[in-house]
């Protein structure tokens, strides 16, 4: 029986425990306050007054003894006990006021009520079942020297039946809190658990994610937002201490929502980012939600997709072209070996053959930009890395070519296919030398690398002593087909700029004595 008997738990029992209490040491100083009064000679009249009041003084100690000993009781056995002391000792009080008149009988029902909060089933019915009975029982020994009246047994079978009403009310009232509390905690459980989820899922996100209140302090930082921005850290700082231009932004979309945020460049990170904004109108402290987007990454994959067609269409443009081609190149080789042909004939015929080598040469270049393969960027040390590949370079050059290198102190770590970055310096130096050589019997190129003081970016400079490019020109630089040579396809410089942005790294033409062109690398770190 004490085995199917339990305790609530956590704060919620030691309540009900301390109201249990409470409740029994309020009966116990109330009655012993009307046996010390004078009130107990007009209400108690057919009451045996020194076994009542024993009885109530028994009561009061027996309960505060109780309550300095079992104050914070859990366990089954100790909670029956109690109730069970409890309902016998107002059941004793019951024959001692003198039955139904005395209204002790009301207490117990109360106390039967209380237990039950603290027993269950059929334990808690036991507790009802002995009040009952004590209540029945002091009723027929009263009445043994009392004559009854013909309501008084009405009465008891309603005190003893309202005993068992009441440990079943509570009964059921308990169990349907329970069932109440269990669904809380399990809403509460998965709450928690989409919570953690959200997080989760928010901090793993690409898009830079934060949260401003109405003072524009940040109350949410994701992981990628803080990378983007270059910060360690930014809960509870004011964004307009750390970047006044996405401030700016911000005023600016308040003011009209319509408009696209124009995108800006971070100086910590080097990162261009395009900032959008939502505001959390359910707020109530008017929230506002930024997302960041690298546009290095969207430029990246719209790149990709812009080659992937590029390789469709110019595959089948190559196709129709080379076998036609071939044709006329090898009909020129033919009439050139003719010895009918005279001079002024056989100079056509080279000018034809000479055109059909170009168009191959141009269709190559075509070609190997749509086979080339997926962007693998890997962390590289350019240090290390440049000084290899200038010793290679070195062994395949001529005597009449010179590269120069200067490396500067710093950090020079990014994040690059190095298989591109080599085909993209062979092209830059190659057409550096090309273009030294038409001022200087000695073909020359410089590499310099170095640290930008601004973004703290990488840079590679690769610079020539040739005449440099027309102020008009420069514009038209990295455009396909676009040369100034007449051997030239137009498709290098381009070429490279494409591998350039695939890598998220950008080259530059900077007008200056000679040619200048810039790399400037990307930041050394893995995107999450």
Excluded at 86 to 96: E, I, P, R, T
Excluded at 319 to 337: D, T, V
Excluded at 363 to 374: A, D, G, P, W
Aim: charged share 15%; with cysteine; glycine share 6%.
């Amino acid at each position: 029986m004490i085995a199917e008997t339990s305790s609530h738990g956590g704060k919620q029992a030691q309540r009900l425990l301390r109201l249990y209490h409470l409740y029994r040491l309020s009966i116990g100083i109330t009655l012993v306050l009307l046996i010390s009064s004078n009130v107990d000679n007009r209400l108690l009249t057919s009451a045996n007054d020194d076994l009542l009041r024993s009885g109530s003084w028994l009561y009061l100690v027996l309960n505060i003894l109780l309550v300095v000993f079992f104050e914070n009781t859990r366990r089954p056995a100790q909670l029956f006990s109690l109730a069970l002391l409890d309902v016998m000792l107002l059941c004793c009080l019951f024959y001692a006021g003198g039955g139904v008149a005395s209204a002790i009988g009301n207490l117990l029902i109360v106390s039967v009520a209380i237990s039950n909060t603290l027993l269950r089933r059929r334990i808690g019915l036991l507790i009802a079942a002995i009040g009952a009975l004590g209540i029945v029982g002091s009723s027929f020994l009263l009445n043994l020297s009392h004559p009854p009246s013909p309501n008084d047994y009405l009465q008891v079978g309603t005190l003893g039946a309202l005993c068992f009403a009441a440990a079943l009310l509570v009964q059921g009232l308990i169990r349907r809190v329970e069932v109440s509390e269990t669904l809380a905690e399990q809403k509460a459980s998965e709450i928690v658990g989409l919570e953690a989820l959200n997080a989760l899922i928010l901090q793993r996100m690409r898009t830079g994610i934060l949260v401003l209140d109405e003072q524009r302090r940040v109350q949410l930082a994701n992981h990628s937002a803080l990378s983007l921005l270059g910060s360690s850290r930014l809960e509870g700082c004011l964004i307009d201490d750390h970047f006044p231009a996405l401030v700016e932004r911000l005023h600016l979309w308040l003011s009209n929502p319509t408009l696209r945020p124009q995108s800006l460049r971070i100086a910590n990170s080097g990162v261009e980012l395009q900032p959008s904004f939502i505001a959390l109108d359910p707020s109530p402290h008017h929230q506002t939600l930024v997302f960041l987007e690298d546009l290095a990454q969207i430029a990246q994959q719209a790149q990709q997709l812009k080659l992937a067609a590029l390789g469709r269409l110019t595959a089948g443009i190559a196709h129709e072209i080379r076998n036609p081609l071939g044709a006329i190149s090898h009909a020129a080789q033919l009439l050139r070996e003719s010895e009918e042909l005279n001079s002024a004939d056989q100079r056509l015929t080279q000018i034809i053959q000479d055109h059909s080598q170009r168009m191959n040469r141009v269709i190559e270049n075509v070609l190997h930009l749509s086979r080339r393969q997926q962007t693998v960027a890997q962390r590289l040390n350019l240090k290390p890395w440049l000084q290899q590949f200038v010793t290679e370079i070195r062994e395949g050059a001529t005597e009449h070519q010179q590269i120069h290198l200067h490396i500067a102190a710093g950090d020079f770590k990014t994040l690059m296919d190095p298989n591109q970055l080599n085909q993209i310096l062979d092209n830059l130096i190659r057409n550096a030398w090309r273009h030294s050589a038409q001022n200087h019997d000695q073909a020359q190129v410089w590499l310099e690398l170095f640290i930008d003081p601004d973004s703290q970016l990488p840079i590679l400079e690769i610079l020539d002593d040739g005449p440099g490019v027309a102020p008009d020109h420069q514009a038209q630089l990295f455009e396909p087909f676009f040369t100034t040579s007449h051997q030239g396809t137009g498709l290098g410089l381009y070429l490279s700029r494409e591998l350039c942005e695939s890598n998220q790294a950008r080259l530059d033409f900077k007008p200056r004595q000679g040619g200048c062109f810039r790399i400037t690398f990307a930041h050394g770190r893995k995107q999450s």
